[in-house]
């Protein structure tokens, strides 16, 4: 196995380095302080605090290590109070 695949593998497992083509650089930082943000903040409030930073649940999942799932039930018992 190459260098290069291994340090993809690698990179894979980290939410922050993700390559998605042009941008990528921009996309790793603002996931970086997206993450910073919400430090030390329980799931719930960090959920909502990136998606009312306009990220989607699937984009949140990655970030945090959830599911989508995960994420769509959170949000959803935020917005009923629970």
Same mark, same amino acid.
């Given at each position: 196995? *190459?260098?290069?695949?291994?340090s993809?593998?690698?990179a894979?497992?980290?939410? *922050?380095? $993700?390559?998605?083509?042009?941008g990528?650089?921009l *996309?790793r930082l603002t996931n ?10 329980p $799931?719930?409030e ?6 009312a930073?306009?990220?989607g649940?699937?984009e949140?999942?990655g970030l945090?290590?959830? *599911?989508p799932n ?5 949000l959803h018992?935020l917005?009923?109070?629970q």
């Amino acid at each position: 196995m *190459t260098a290069q695949r291994r340090s993809r593998r690698d990179a894979s497992a980290d939410p *922050t380095v $993700q390559d998605v083509g042009a941008g990528s650089d921009l *996309t790793r930082l603002t996931n970086l302080v997206a993450l910073l943000l919400v430090k030390g903040e329980p $799931q719930s409030e960090q959920i909502r605090t990136l998606a009312a930073a306009g990220y989607g649940n699937s984009e949140i999942a990655g970030l945090l290590g959830l *599911t989508p799932n995960a994420v769509n039930v959170a949000l959803h018992r935020l917005r009923r109070g629970q």
